[in-house]
């Protein structure tokens, strides 16, 4: 069986900052000698953990999976493996886009759980329909990415949500 | 009973937004209903303790947050669960009367069912009914207050009597509902 690239993503809930990436690939090939890992966001930027100098992470071959980083809000991003053979040649490359939420689902969260405590809150100018606009926001976030594959739309909508939970006093 | 699990309340809240959006809907051709909690609050309560209880499935929070989507949910929580897992409860298969067994009578003797110095029988037909246990013309109770008893198990089916069976004893066993 031929060597097959494939990884998986996710946000560490504990630690929103954090992505792990894990690879999950099938067979082997013996002259894959070390990895790297391009993260791009919406606007081509590349995102590196603080103090890399190069738009990619090297992934060392013997760690799996690999904890970055790399966030200080939600994003929608674009990553990428590429697995090297000796003398950097890149031999196989996977990537796809991912929908970061973390940040403001825990926001949402939150909202809700104060909410269950004080369900009078409910009643307060705008307060309810902002958490159905920044709930929507998330939502449409998620579905730009799942359904659209548009890592753009999706950071439209969680700059909205992230605005209004940075703003909370005004919108909740 | 049971208290309802953070999945199974997640699966209510789900299938209660569209009971309550249809509900909500119908009122366009009847006149205007509302439902008391919107489908959009269940919905997004709904999404709230999903997306924790994915990241965080033992905060300690999650059930008082349930329990406030369980409240949200009100009589469509209740069609949900019937729509998820079918009737609740359970059922139970009626027995009708002209399905009972024959009762069962019989002279002690060493080939009985219960045989002379015996003490208990399987009665396999009788199995989940109750029974009526006459000896010598005199109905036995099931409690030992001196004299002669017996015990019945329904489940298995068996039979056991006290003192055990002498010759020539009648033994009348009828199967009750």
Redesign the interface.
Known sequence: MAFSPSFTVSQN?TNPGYIVVTDTSTDTDASIVSRRITIKDSEGNYIVPSGTTTNYILWDINTNPISLNVLTQDTAANVKVEWLYAGNVVQYTTNANYCFT?YN??F??Y???L???N?NIIQDTNY?GN??IF?TN??GAINSVEIGNDIVAAQVCLNRATNMAANQSKYF | MAEITIPDMIEIGDVSTYLAANYEGEGSLFGERLAVTSP??IQ??T???R??YE??PDDS?IR??A??LQWMCGKFGLTAQYVINGAGGGSVIPIFPTASPDPVEFSVSPTSIIPSGGSSASISSFIGFNVIFVRGGIAQSTLNIGGSYFNWNKGTGTLTCYPVATTDELFQIYPTI
């Open positions: 809930p973390q689902k825990q949402l969260y909202l809700i759980q909410q269950s405590l369900y309810w958490v159905g709930w998330i939502t | 959009q609050s997004l309560v999404d709230a303790l997306w924790q990241s965080f929070t008082g947050v329990n406030y």
